[in-house]
């Protein structure tokens, strides 16, 4: 029982970290995450079902990779699990990101500046540290929509630079 005070301040100071990083991935990532936010909005099923099946799929793939590395000792393994749990980590934190951005635009319509996305962040923090249903399931939904957004949102981009280099090549020929 003489852990609830560290404890306590461990989580406040987390939180502050957190949301601490929700506005230092706005202001560097400013542009991506407004249209990964856009497409969580309008395509709220397909984006959580894109995150869902990514998540999923990058977990698994992580974790055989790992166990495999595991019983034949290679280190390239090792390191191809690291880099796979890395994306699934970027993914997780622009998803919820994203997510958080969707938040401020519900729950603060119009409103521009750093003081509602720092309000949203803490909300949607303490939302999803609520036992069971935010550990269970607000959390969860926010991550695999978020990361369906940002998969959506990259192929998008990607195919947007295609199609620009495509014509630009039509017009010099």
Do not use: D
Request: hydrophobic share 60%.
């Amino acid at each position: 029982m003489n852990q609830v005070f560290p404890i306590l301040i461990l989580i406040i100071i987390s939180g502050m970290c957190l949301v601490a990083l929700f506005l230092t991935l706005n202001a560097f990532f400013g542009r991506i995450l407004e249209r990964a936010k856009a497409v969580a909005t309008e395509r709220a099923s397909r984006s959580f079902l894109i995150g869902l099946v990514n998540g999923l799929f990058l977990a698994a793939a992580g974790l055989a990779i790992l166990a495999v590395g595991q019983n034949v000792g290679g280190a390239v393994l090792f390191v191809l699990a690291f880099l796979i749990g890395l994306v699934l980590l970027l993914g997780v934190i622009f998803g919820t990101m994203a997510m958080v951005l969707v938040l401020k635009e519900r729950l603060f319509p119009g409103q521009l500046g750093n003081r509602p996305l720092m309000y949203a962040g803490s909300i949607g923090t303490l939302a999803c540290l609520t036992p069971y249903i935010g550990w269970f399931g607000l959390f969860p939904y926010m991550i695999f929509r978020g990361m369906g957004a940002i998969v959506i949102t990259l192929v998008e981009i990607r195919r947007e630079r295609r199609q620009a280099k495509a014509a630009e090549e039509g017009e010099e020929a």
